[in-house]
């Protein structure tokens, strides 16, 4: 089963959003196996968007995702990293399609709610920065067999 790193960035926490998101990933069968409220630290903000350093919008990238709290999250499935990349929608949100979490509440891109890892190797090294080990909970739900062969 593959893993994906979400986050739930500051302004869907704000806009209270984040029961929605995490309805979204369960009805479509995936597994929660870890979930935290983070105050994202200026170190772990730095990590996180390492590959922006050197573009003009990493100050205000930083800014932002320290703002307010952060949900974390770790989810379970095969193929959940692709699927999660067509649940979010397209990063900006006017480009996004309706049903997508972006399309249906996202506005701009600097306030697109969400970010999913991209590919499994950037899901494996941000699961890695945000969560240790200890803090992810390996369970299989009674309706697993209701969803793979």
Not at 7 to 32: C, S, W, Y
Not at 37 to 51: D, F, G, M, R, W
Not at 69 to 84: D, S, T, Y
Request: aromatic share 10%; glycine share 8%.
């Amino acid at each position: 089963m593959e893993r994906t790193f979400i986050a739930i960035k500051p302004d869907g926490v704000q806009r209270k959003l984040v029961g929605e998101v995490i309805r979204r990933f369960e009805a479509k069968g995936f597994t929660l196996i870890g979930l935290k409220l983070v105050k994202v630290s200026q170190t772990l903000a730095e990590n996180h968007y390492a590959i922006h350093r050197d573009r003009p919008f990493f100050n205000s990238l930083i800014t932002f995702i320290t703002s307010s709290p952060v949900v974390a999250m770790v989810w379970e499935g095969e193929g959940v990293v692709a699927a999660a990349r067509k649940i979010i929608g397209a990063t900006n949100p006017l480009n996004a399609e309706l049903g997508t979490i972006r399309g249906d509440f996202g506005v701009s891109v600097g306030r697109n709610l969400i970010h999913g890892s991209d590919a499994i190797p950037t899901a494996q090294q941000e699961i890695s920065l945000w969560f240790q080990e200890e803090e992810l909970v390996n369970w299989q739900p009674s309706l697993t067999s209701w969803l793979y062969e």
